[in-house]
């Protein structure tokens, strides 16, 4: 029987990236059945859920996720269902733990990076996020009003097997790059952080191979923009993770660039289970245009054939087709600088699939 992939578009570009990823994904894999469901603002519209109960038993026969994004300005007052809430759901429901985001700059986009060249030069760092606990998940979280006043609770949380595992994770990908982990915290503030530090530092004695060192987050940020090409393997929690993968994106040139791919715990039994989804979010501002980037949704993709299939020909195959294309002069009207032609989401798709 063929395997299933779930396409899960979700709401805003995410909607237009994902039938660009999908296309590229059928041409080298048609013999995978691919079943489309609802997930974020889309779904509570017509489902009255973010998550509904079809899209988690969809999720559950399929050996990948290939996911858009979710958020629609509709449901953002107090109250409201939360269309986000479905990446949650999706993360709790299989323990989707480890978040991988790739960041490579393609040759040519040098330009569009705000950054000298000369800064960005060899750039090829991994981010690698846990995303199943940290402020997103802990317990309570509430807006409430004390003595008339209004106010509200995020409270951030991190259990020693929640550390281990997602450092584990860092350690193994270091191994397989230039061996080398920088772990962000705010240990000088934060006892989440004190204990992430040091169950980090106790994992590393697994890992002699592999150099170790620790930054607290505001200098990460900062190191980040100075000197990119240092880091190899960056390890985060799941706040800090979020902000520094968005402003590493921009290294590349556009937060559209960038690909990533989340793994639990849990194998399928016919691979590799995981959520491959680009970056970018919904950009409501830029929605139903035909505009959007697909560039990271796109190398989903291939990260998709990479982790889930173990397809190494077809991932490299899609890369390739990527960097062709940019080298060629495709851009999207985010990658443009100086006034040059902006292709439509569409038509830089044709030609990905040309490079193809």
């Given at each position: 029987?063929?395997?299933?992939?779930?396409?899960?578009?979700?709401?805003?570009?995410?909607?237009e990236?994902?039938?660009?990823a999908?296309?590229?994904?059928?041409?080298?894999?048609?013999?995978?059945?691919?079943?489309?469901?609802?997930?974020g603002?889309?779904?509570?519209?017509?489902?009255?859920?973010?998550?509904?109960?079809?899209?988690?038993?969809?999720?559950r026969?399929?050996?990948?996720?290939?996911?858009?994004?979710?958020?629609?300005?509709?449901?953002?007052?107090?109250?409201?269902?939360?269309?986000?809430?479905?990446?949650?759901?999706?993360?709790?429901?299989?323990?989707?733990?480890?978040?991988?985001?790739?960041?490579?700059l393609?040759?040519?986009?040098?330009?569009?990076?705000?950054?000298?060249?000369?800064?960005?030069?060899?750039?090829?760092l991994?981010?690698?996020?846990?995303?199943?606990?940290?402020?997103?998940?802990?317990?309570?979280?509430?807006?409430?009003?004390?003595?008339?006043?209004?106010?509200?609770?995020?409270?951030?949380?991190?259990?020693?097997?929640?550390?281990?595992?997602i450092?584990?994770?860092?350690?193994?990908?270091?191994?397989?790059?230039?061996?080398?982990?920088?772990?962000?915290?705010?240990?000088?503030?934060?006892?989440?952080?004190r204990?992430?530090?040091?169950?980090?530092?106790?994992?590393?004695?697994?890992?002699?191979?592999v150099?170790?060192?620790h930054?607290?987050?505001?200098?990460?940020?900062?190191?980040?923009?100075?000197?990119?090409?240092?880091?190899?393997?960056?390890?985060?929690?799941?706040?800090?993770?979020?902000?520094?993968?968005?402003?590493?994106?921009?290294?590349?040139?556009?937060?559209?660039?960038?690909?990533?791919?989340?793994?639990?715990?849990?194998?399928h039994?016919?691979?590799?289970?995981?959520l491959?989804?680009?970056?970018?979010?919904?950009?409501?501002?830029?929605?139903?245009?035909?505009?959007a980037?697909?560039?990271?949704?796109?190398?989903?993709?291939?990260?998709?054939?990479?982790?889930?299939?173990?397809?190494?020909?077809?991932?490299?195959?899609?890369?390739?087709?990527?960097?062709?294309?940019?080298?060629?002069?495709?851009?999207?009207?985010?990658?443009?600088?100086?006034?040059?032609?902006a292709?439509?989401?569409?038509?830089?798709?044709d030609?990905?699939?040309?490079?193809?």
């Open positions: 029987m063929a395997l299933t992939i779930a396409v899960l578009p979700g709401d805003g570009i995410g909607v990236v994902t039938a660009a999908l296309r590229v994904l059928r041409a080298l894999r048609g013999d995978l059945e691919y079943e489309q469901a609802d997930v603002g889309a779904a509570i519209e017509r489902h009255a859920s973010a998550l509904p109960d079809a899209t988690l038993a969809l999720c026969r399929s050996v990948a996720l290939l996911f858009g994004a979710v958020g629609d300005p509709r449901y953002d007052a107090p109250g409201s269902a939360r269309p986000e809430s479905a990446i949650m759901g999706l993360r709790k429901a299989f323990d989707l733990f480890a978040n991988l985001r790739p960041v490579k393609i040759w040519g986009l040098e330009g569009a990076s705000s950054l000298r060249p000369e800064l960005l030069r060899g750039l090829d991994m981010v690698v996020r846990e995303t199943t606990s940290g402020l997103y998940f802990g317990q309570p979280k509430r807006q409430f009003e004390e003595d008339g006043v209004e106010a509200a609770v995020d409270t951030m949380i991190y259990r020693r097997p929640e550390v281990e595992r450092a584990r994770v860092a350690f193994e990908l270091a191994r397989g790059r230039r061996r080398h982990v920088t772990s962000v915290d705010k240990q000088n503030v934060l006892e989440t952080s204990l992430w530090r040091r169950v980090v530092a106790e994992v590393g004695r697994d890992y002699p191979d150099e170790l060192e930054l607290l987050v505001d200098t990460a940020a900062m190191q980040l923009i100075r000197d990119p090409q240092r880091f190899d393997v960056l390890l985060t929690e799941n706040t800090f993770g979020d902000i520094l993968s968005d402003e590493a994106a921009m290294l590349t040139g556009s937060l559209g660039n960038l690909p990533s791919a989340t793994f639990g715990a849990a194998e039994p016919s691979g590799r289970f995981g491959y989804e680009p970056i970018a979010g919904t950009a409501p501002d830029i929605a139903g245009k035909g505009i980037n697909p560039i990271g949704a796109i190398l989903s993709a291939a990260l998709l054939c990479r982790y889930s299939l173990s397809d190494e020909p077809s991932a490299t195959r899609i890369e390739n087709a990527v960097a062709a294309a940019v080298a060629a002069g495709a851009r999207t009207r985010d990658l443009v600088r100086g006034g040059g032609p292709l439509g989401t569409e038509a830089f798709t030609k990905v699939m040309t490079a193809l």
